[in-house]
């Protein structure tokens, strides 16, 4: 079944390029310093899975990077830039929510997900409004190449997949429910303010409702062939306290990178506190096609005692993306597997693949 779907969709996404970008508009208008701009992004994929008893076919919106829309206005005084962003999420049969007993989730989902007012200067940058709290995108920073199809949040490419026990019945468990990357406060009401950059240093602060507040410290730093990204954030709410990072590093001679993330919780109610560790191995290369970069890679994720006390994750991946230059698209797979134990309980892996394009307009 899947050696049939995959080179079908490959070849209609393909051909189906042109007609789409031919239709795209980005607005970028500015004037006098007052500029606004518009865009957003399609993303739209075919997710196979086989649960350990039936193997299922998805049409779905990839939730590693979701269909959107964006706008922002924003007026330059001259020592001050000062601005609004609104950003809308489309999903239609997320990857993150479609599973084996809700497998034609026609309606569109909508999701707001930035509503937000900036300031910027050489004092640095501050946000009021719903937006990316401080830590939001610590435990992500990725370098391969292959985020669109995977990274730290492993379960973004089949997250609404239920496990089946070792009858072989439907659980209540979704992937998405015992695997996380413990990443930051993610998007919230918040007022936030980042430091200017020092030196690829930049610290950043968020306090939001519910006792939501975070600080992180990020660099970029380029040290010789190496480009360098990293970041180490703590966060909290009413519920836990949370420490998590990455670092990612790509060899630009060689294209040959290597991420790392990891997070802890600490859980007020007490119990055995959420971690998890992430690897994963990319390379890429401008010289494959002529139609811009490919990227694989090869990616590792650990979790313990994240949704189910005394339970272990573990899932193994593999990536391939074929960047379109001039359609401002990309192709791309991906396989994964999914394992889970915990105490009392049995459960069957999980297989998945993901095929799809995204462009961006």
Same mark, same amino acid.
């Given at each position: 079944?899947?050696?049939? @779907?995959?080179?079908?969709?490959? %070849?209609?996404? @393909?051909?189906? =390029?042109?007609?789409?970008?031919?239709?795209?508009?980005? @607005?970028?208008?500015?004037?006098?310093?007052? /500029?606004?701009?518009?865009?957003?992004?399609?993303?739209?994929?075919?997710?196979?899975? +086989?649960?350990?008893?039936? *193997? +299922?076919?998805?049409?779905?919106?990839?939730?590693?990077?979701?269909?959107?829309?964006?706008?922002?206005?924003?007026?330059?005084?001259?020592?001050?830039?000062?601005?609004?962003?609104?950003?809308?999420?489309? &999903?239609? #049969?997320?990857?993150?929510?479609?599973?084996?007993?809700?497998?034609? &989730?026609?309606? #569109?989902?909508?999701?707001?997900?930035?509503?937000?007012?900036?300031?910027?200067? /050489?004092?640095?940058?501050?946000?009021?409004?719903?937006?990316?709290?401080?830590?939001?995108?610590?435990?992500?920073? +990725?370098?391969?190449?292959? *985020?669109?199809?995977?990274?730290?949040?492993?379960?973004?490419?089949?997250? $609404?997949?239920?496990?089946?026990?070792?009858?072989?019945?439907?659980?209540?468990?979704?992937?998405?429910?015992?695997?996380?990357?413990?990443?930051?406060?993610?998007?919230?009401?918040?007022?936030?303010?980042?430091?200017?950059?020092? /030196?690829?240093?930049?610290?950043?602060?968020?306090?939001?409702?519910?006792?939501?507040?975070? =600080?992180?410290?990020?660099?970029? =730093?380029?040290?010789?062939?190496?480009?360098?990204?990293?970041?180490?954030?703590?966060?909290?709410?009413?519920?836990?306290?949370?420490?998590?990072?990455?670092?990612?590093?790509?060899? &630009?001679?060689?294209?040959?990178?290597?991420?790392?993330?990891?997070?802890?919780?600490?859980?007020?109610? $007490?119990?055995?506190?959420?971690?998890?560790?992430?690897? /994963? =191995?990319?390379?890429?290369?401008?010289?494959?096609?002529?139609?811009?970069?490919?990227?694989? #890679?090869? +990616?590792?994720?650990? $979790?313990?005692?994240?949704?189910?006390?005394?339970? #272990? %994750?573990?899932?193994?991946?593999?990536? %391939?993306?074929?960047?379109?230059?001039?359609?401002?698209?990309?192709?791309? %797979?991906?396989?994964?597997?999914?394992?889970?134990?915990?105490?009392?309980?049995?459960?069957?892996?999980?297989?998945?693949?993901?095929?799809?394009?995204?462009?961006?307009?």
């Amino acid at each position: 079944m899947r050696t049939r @779907i995959l080179p079908t969709v490959f %070849a209609l996404a @393909i051909g189906s =390029l042109s007609a789409v970008t031919a239709q795209a508009q980005i @607005i970028n208008f500015e004037r006098e310093g007052f /500029k606004v701009t518009a865009g957003g992004q399609v993303n739209r994929g075919i997710l196979v899975t +086989d649960d350990g008893v039936n *193997t +299922d076919s998805f049409f779905v919106d990839n939730d590693n990077t979701s269909t959107r829309l964006r706008a922002m206005a924003s007026y330059d005084f001259g020592p001050v830039l000062i601005g609004g962003q609104i950003e809308f999420e489309f &999903e239609i #049969s997320s990857t993150a929510s479609i599973n084996q007993l809700n497998s034609d &989730e026609r309606r #569109s989902l909508s999701n707001e997900r930035k509503f937000e007012l900036f300031a910027e200067s /050489k004092l640095g940058k501050i946000w009021v409004g719903q937006g990316d709290s401080a830590s939001n995108g610590v435990s992500e920073i +990725d370098l391969s190449g292959t *985020t669109v199809i995977g990274y730290s949040s492993v379960s973004d490419l089949a997250g $609404g997949i239920l496990f089946r026990n070792g009858l072989g019945a439907l659980t209540a468990t979704t992937i998405g429910s015992v695997f996380s990357n413990l990443d930051g406060n993610s998007r919230i009401e918040r007022v936030r303010y980042d430091t200017p950059s020092f /030196k690829g240093l930049v610290l950043s602060g968020s306090a939001g409702q519910n006792n939501e507040e975070d =600080l992180a410290l990020r660099h970029k =730093l380029a040290y010789g062939d190496f480009k360098i990204e990293s970041g180490i954030a703590y966060s909290g709410s009413n519920t836990r306290d949370r420490i998590h990072g990455s670092v990612s590093a790509l060899h &630009e001679p060689t294209g040959i990178s290597a991420t790392f993330a990891a997070g802890r919780d600490d859980l007020d109610a $007490g119990g055995p506190d959420p971690d998890f560790f992430y690897f /994963k =191995l990319g390379y890429q290369t401008k010289d494959l096609l002529p139609y811009g970069l490919s990227a694989i #890679s090869i +990616d590792y994720y650990d $979790g313990s005692d994240i949704g189910i006390a005394g339970s #272990s %994750a573990e899932s193994v991946g593999i990536y %391939a993306v074929q960047n379109i230059d001039r359609f401002n698209a990309e192709l791309y %797979a991906g396989y994964r597997h999914y394992e889970l134990t915990a105490p009392g309980n049995s459960f069957q892996d999980i297989d998945a693949v993901l095929f799809g394009a995204r462009i961006k307009f």
